[in-house]
């Protein structure tokens, strides 16, 4: 197992390398972020061992699960999933660095409730739903620059970027413009110069299409497949609505 997970790993890194080079970035510019769902812990502890410093988990029950196993190893973990706002002191609890699926501002304003009480911050991305499937959660591009303004009112949000899931599709220009649509929404905040908000991140590219991520402008790549092995159900399950809300 950790011959093959390593192996892997160094495939990525190379395809990582190879797209930034073709795109003319640094691959210093580039963080991977292994996404674990459903991975086991000694699994996950193998890629942290050999150089792996970025996690992230999309259910809670998951975070839980593993946050014992996990603790003594290095590492920092962003969650990736949709947050329902009963479970915001789990979030607290288990130490998680960043959520990258920020997209209402009802989850913003409970998030804010909580970390106030605990006198804490977090890191924030705002999740953009660039592909405009009912499936997929995140906030209308469209709508996006409002509701960072509200959430930048909160002094515990710390906004760092944009994140988005891109279109399920064998077609790279297809998948291609959601990243393209999350690059020029990054231009337009920065732009509009809005108090308490970087734009440094942009979360986006999967195993499938982490090269096309990157030449639109990628920062962190969520690889879970191409490192681990295949999961017994398609992505398109985990991020599906009615399945994550039903199951987390």
Not at 131 to 157: C, D, H, M, R
Request: proline share 2%; charged share 25%.
């Amino acid at each position: 197992m950790k011959k093959y997970i390593l192996h892997n790993l160094e495939i990525i890194h190379n395809r990582i390398n190879l797209a930034c080079e073709k795109a003319g970035r640094n691959p210093n510019e580039v963080r991977l972020l292994l996404a674990t769902k459903t991975v086991s812990p000694d699994r996950i502890k193998i890629a942290l061992e050999n150089g792996q410093t970025l996690i992230g988990e999309n259910k809670i029950q998951e975070l839980k699960e593993k946050y014992e196993a996990l603790k003594g190893t290095l590492h920092e973990n962003h969650f990736i999933g949709h947050l329902q706002t009963n479970k915001i002191k789990d979030i607290l609890k288990y130490e998680v660095t960043c959520i990258q699926s920020l997209d209402r501002l009802d989850l913003a304003e409970k998030l804010h409730q909580r970390l106030s009480a605990d006198n804490k911050t977090l890191e924030v991305l705002i999740q953009v739903n660039t592909s405009n499937e009912e499936s997929k959660f995140g906030i209308n591009p469209g709508a996006a620059i409002e509701l960072i303004k509200n959430v930048s009112q909160f002094p515990t949000l710390k906004i760092k970027g944009l994140m988005t899931i891109g279109l399920f599709s064998a077609e790279a220009e297809k998948v291609r413009q959601c990243f393209k649509i999350l690059k020029n929404l990054q231009q337009e905040i920065i732009r509009e110069n809005i108090p308490n908000v970087e734009m440094k991140e942009l979360s986006m590219g999967m195993s499938g299409d982490l090269e096309t991520a990157i030449e639109e402008g990628s920062t962190i790549v969520r690889v879970g497949t191409a490192v681990f092995g295949a999961r017994m159900h398609p992505d398109s399950y985990y991020w599906n609505e009615g399945t994550i809300e039903n199951k987390e």
